[in-house]
């Protein structure tokens, strides 16, 4: 199928209404008089011919500029930098982006990596010194400026304005089924933990990439998926979901196409502060080497029941409190399961009935990465946010999941103060168990997504759909001849069918 067909089809094509569609909606809007009738159309019109101001692409930015400014609202208590009373914690409004502004040097005028190492890759690094800088130099003869506030309202707009550009990009992406973006706009996690740290930088960059590929554009959707690597390590694992379905689908020119400019790209934005400052620039992966397990994670989980059912001598450790204190097995230990997850992702793609959906792989693969990851902070959750609207756009187990990031928030503000003041705000298994239902929440979305892998006839934009939206060269392409002898090859116990004699 060409894109200039599958264009025309998402002009011309029907809205989706989860209110018809999603049962879990449908049942919810029995409470205000039950789904959207089939007299209410004006939201079925394609966006161009719409003679209403409010279309449903709209009221979709709209709210997610409401979230981001209530978002602004609730970290206010922690804007002016005078964090005193362990307020940054009473208030749940503590940020790195005001933080690191004294951290990194940059109230000093220090050049991220010139003159400081960086604990992120050189794209955040830039980033936070294009914006923290020029606040510096303003403030420098200005004491009544507060340059901490003005530093972080400073990368709040940015960073605000590339979640809206990310919804802007889930609405260009599926134009069909624009309510999928309100799943993002209205997300508890965006409203939590939008300028937590430069998430949104990478996802901004990464959504771009995205759209360039869905446009059948490789070349500049691995220039974007490179860039957004360079922020944040995590949208170059979408290359590895590129490059299978292309050798599925028999274009692998352009999978490779994407992987080489992504590449690219990758190294140059890091090689000027690779070459000039090396040790600063190696700071990021230092880190990432040497640190221990963090919170939240599966390996804290397992240090946790470490304790409980340890019943070895004084001074005896669990298996996870001694991957703790052997961080090289613990790293590699991480990658395994993380490499073994990509592997069967690649072979669920390459087996599975029908080629899966871009997103649908995308989102496994990071899923995988921080199930299994020794660092899971708080705002990694932006990460799964547009990779599960667009690989599974149902609000019931979407919910179930917010409702446990949510919790996980809390307990996690409540383990930063008890820890900042040594008195516990709660028993450390309740932190636990947030944590556990957080991880939960996040298999069973996982689950759910192989489900309609192995079950198209399940997936809700394949109903909307004929194929991928997000596939590019992909959308409509048949599978390489291979693949069909590859997946009914006879299994080793199987003997191989034998033709029936012919009369003579």
């Given at each position: ?12 094509g029907?809205?989706?209404h ?15 008089g039950?789904?959207l ?6 939201l ?14 709209r009221?979709v ?12 609202v ?5 804007q ?15 940020t ?10 940059l109230?000093?005028?220090?050049v ?10 050189v794209?955040?690094?830039y980033f936070?010194?294009?914006l923290g ?5 303003l403030g420098?003869?200005r004491?009544?400026?507060n340059?901490?506030?003005w ?12 979640a809206?550009?990310t ?9 069909r ?6 799943l993002f706009?209205?997300?508890?996690a ?12 990478a ?7 995205f759209?360039?590929w869905a ?11 490179g860039?957004a690597g ?6 170059l694992?979408?290359l ?10 028999n274009?692998l ?10 590449l ?16 600063n ?11 221990p ?8 989980i397992g240090r946790?029941l470490?304790?409980?059912?340890n ?10 409190e ?12 991480s ?7 990509c592997?069967?992702v690649?072979v ?7 080629r899966p959906r ?12 921080l ?9 990694f959750?932006?990460?799964l946010?547009?990779l599960?609207?667009?690989a ?7 919910i ?36 556990t ?25 394949r ?10 060269v ?6 390489a001849?291979?693949v ?7 299994a ?7 033709p029936a004699?012919t009369a003579?």
């Amino acid at each position: 199928m060409s894109t200039q067909s599958t264009a025309d089809m998402d002009d011309a094509g029907p809205g989706d209404h989860p209110s018809r569609s999603d049962g879990f909606v449908r049942g919810a809007s029995e409470l205000i008089g039950g789904p959207l009738g089939d007299h209410a159309v004006a939201l079925d019109r394609p966006a161009d011919r719409e003679s209403r101001f409010w279309t449903a692409a709209r009221i979709v930015l709209a709210l997610a500029c409401l979230t981001l400014a209530l978002h602004w609202v609730q970290k206010s208590p922690c804007q002016d930098g005078a964090w005193q009373n362990n307020i940054q914690y009473t208030r749940m409004c503590y940020t790195d982006v005001l933080a690191l502004y004294y951290a990194e040097g940059l109230n000093e005028g220090k050049v991220p990596y010139r003159d400081h190492p960086v604990e992120y890759p050189v794209l955040t690094g830039y980033f936070m010194g294009a914006l923290g800088l020029p606040v510096h130099a303003l403030g420098v003869d200005r004491p009544e400026i507060n340059q901490g506030q003005w530093a972080y309202n400073a990368n709040a707009l940015v960073l605000s304005a590339l979640a809206v550009a990310t919804v802007a990009v889930i609405l260009a992406l599926r134009r069909r089924r624009p309510w999928d973006a309100a799943l993002f706009a209205l997300a508890p996690a965006l409203f939590l933990t939008a300028t937590v740290n430069w998430d949104l930088l990478a996802i901004g960059l990464a959504a771009f990439g995205f759209l360039a590929w869905a446009r059948s554009r490789p070349a500049l959707a691995g220039v974007l998926l490179g860039l957004a690597g360079a922020a944040k390590m995590w949208p170059l694992f979408v290359l590895g979901p590129i490059l299978v379905l292309a050798l599925r689908a028999n274009r692998l020119r352009a999978g490779l196409t994407a992987v080489g400019t992504a590449l690219v790209a990758l190294v140059a934005v890091n090689l000027p502060a690779a070459v000039s400052y090396r040790d600063n620039w190696d700071r990021f992966f230092e880190l990432n080497t040497t640190r221990p397990i963090d919170w939240g994670t599966l390996w804290y989980i397992g240090r946790y029941l470490d304790g409980k059912v340890n019943t070895g001598g004084p001074g005896s450790m669990g298996p996870f409190e001694w991957l703790n204190a052997n961080i090289p097995t613990l790293n590699w230990l991480s990658y395994a399961l993380f490499g073994l997850a990509c592997l069967g992702v690649a072979v669920l793609a390459l087996r599975a009935p029908k080629r899966p959906r871009l997103a649908q792989l995308a989102f496994l693969v990071v899923a995988a990465f921080l199930i299994f990851s020794k660092v899971w902070s708080q705002q990694f959750v932006l990460w799964l946010l547009p990779l599960v609207v667009l690989a599974r756009p149902r609000w019931g187990a979407f919910i179930a999941w917010q409702v446990a990031e949510i919790g996980y928030f809390a307990a996690f503000y409540g383990e930063l103060l008890g820890s900042a003041t040594s008195r516990p705000v709660f028993p450390e298994g309740v932190f636990v168990l947030a944590a556990t239902l957080r991880l939960g929440t996040v298999v069973l979305l996982c689950v759910l997504v192989v489900k309609e892998i192995l079950h198209p006839e399940r997936d809700a934009v394949r109903d909307t759909y004929p194929d991928d939206p997000d596939g590019g060269v992909l959308d409509g392409a048949p599978d390489a001849p291979w693949v069909d002898r590859w997946r009914r090859r006879p299994a080793p116990s199987e003997p191989a069918a034998v033709p029936a004699p012919t009369a003579a």
